[in-house]
């Protein structure tokens, strides 16, 4: 059985399984409906946001490479449009949806007292 913490989930070169081969309970949408948005990992949520990983890269190994890329989720946070699509298998789109996320993370945070 694989699962989003297996270790070959997040190894260099083609990453085999898809995300629709891993067990419902361990799919980052089916985890978040069951247990909440806080109790996933950034690159889970990230995952969520990606939707699609690429040809020989599932979503969530993807999530988890382009997160060191960054040097995480500041760095992420610190990322322009155009720094963001020069990241193998970031489009134009997926630059988008993370920098949308981004930006509704700041507005939330700044509604905080």
């Not at 020989?56 to 190994?61: C, S, Y």
């Amino acid at each position: 059985m694989v699962t989003a913490t297996d270790e070959v989930i997040y190894s260099t070169g083609p990453i085999g399984p898809a995300i629709r081969d891993f067990p419902a309970e361990e799919r980052p949408r089916e985890r978040l409906r069951l247990r909440g948005a806080g109790n996933l990992s950034t690159f889970e949520l990230m995952a969520i946001l990606l939707r699609t990983g690429m040809e020989g890269e599932n979503v969530i190994a993807m999530s988890s490479r382009l997160l060191s890329a960054v040097d995480g989720l500041q760095g992420l946070s610190r990322a322009s449009y155009e720094e963001l699509c020069e990241l193998k298998g970031i489009s134009d789109a997926k630059a988008c949806q993370l920098l949308a996320g981004i930006e509704l993370g700041r507005r939330v945070a700044a509604l905080e007292p």
